[in-house]
């Protein structure tokens, strides 16, 4: 029912930084709670971040501080803002969304996208 696409992955150099999107299907896209989690190559999928449909954000205790998530509901849009990018960074980053009736879980989303890449290099 939910389509998510990201964009805006790709190679970047250590410090700098990233503004991933994430576009959104669907007539109600202001209803929905959004996410972005990430999974590096063996390692495994961890949340990064989320922002519900009243603007309410959490963030990984551990990645706070260099990631921002926002929404645009008129453009049916979620951010995600990185700076500083380290190689520990790289990783592929997915877009969620938790859709009416919500699951209650943050970790628990109902529909994900295809993921973008991101390579931090040094």
């Known amino acids: 029912q939910v389509q998510l696409v990201e964009s805006g992955g790709g190679l970047v150099q250590a410090g700098d930084s990233l503004r991933l999107s994430c576009a959104a299907s669907?007539?109600?896209?202001?209803?929905?709670?959004m996410a972005w989690f990430r999974q590096a190559p063996g390692k495994e999928r961890e949340f990064v971040a989320a922002i519900s449909r009243i603007d309410s954000t959490r963030y990984s205790e551990l990645l706070k501080g260099r990631f921002t998530i926002s929404r645009d509901n008129a453009k049916n849009t979620v951010f995600l803002q990185i700076n500083s990018l380290k190689p520990e960074d790289t990783a592929v980053y997915y877009c969620?969304?938790?859709?009416?009736?919500?699951?209650?879980?943050?970790?628990?989303?109902?529909?994900w996208g295809q993921g973008t890449q991101v390579t931090v290099s040094s």
């Open positions: 669907g007539r109600a896209f202001s209803s929905y709670n």
């Open positions: 969620a969304a938790d859709t009416p009736p919500y699951s209650g879980s943050l970790y628990r989303p109902d529909y």
